[in-house]
């Protein structure tokens, strides 16, 4: 079963207990009596079969709740967001004042280079660390 933080929140405050839970369980087949294929858009069906499952009588106090829940997510992530954009703000400001100061074209042309190559291959690269990092059996080839 897959449940989102929300779902877990509200079983929590809802008293839900394990009893409730595994008899979900045991119910899977008559909850989905057909197969949710992959490429069916099956979310929905999926989570509105879970939730009148699982909350049954209390399924109109998990749509408050679940309202209430994605208006606080909403407003973290917006919050989240600001935190990143002035931090991305600050830095760039940062860089602009560190370049001001440069004076000489090819120590610039060398930044320049060294930063789009990194951009360029950041991701390379680190596919490259990980593989060093976790395939043991190469350490003697690293070494």
């Not at 049954?56 to 992530?77: D, H, P, Q, Y």
């Not at 760039?92 to 990194?118: C, Q, T, W």
């Amino acid at each position: 079963m897959c449940l989102y933080y929300e779902h877990m929140a509200f079983l929590i405050l809802s008293e839900i207990g394990k009893a409730e839970i595994i008899n979900t369980f045991q119910r899977y087949g008559e909850i989905f009596p057909k197969i949710l294929l992959k490429n069916q858009q099956n979310r929905d069906a999926y989570y509105a079969g879970i939730e009148a499952a699982l909350f049954g009588e209390k399924i109109a106090s998990w749509r408050e709740f679940e309202a209430l829940a994605m208006l606080v997510t909403s407003e973290c992530a917006l919050h989240t967001y600001d935190v990143l954009k002035a931090r991305v703000d600050f830095i760039h400001a940062e860089v602009a004042e560190g370049f001001e100061n440069i004076k000489d074209i090819e120590v610039l042309r060398g930044m320049a280079i060294e930063a789009e190559s990194k951009r360029r291959t950041d991701g390379l690269c680190k596919q490259m660390d990980r593989i060093k990092k976790f395939r043991n059996l190469l350490d003697e080839y690293f070494d």
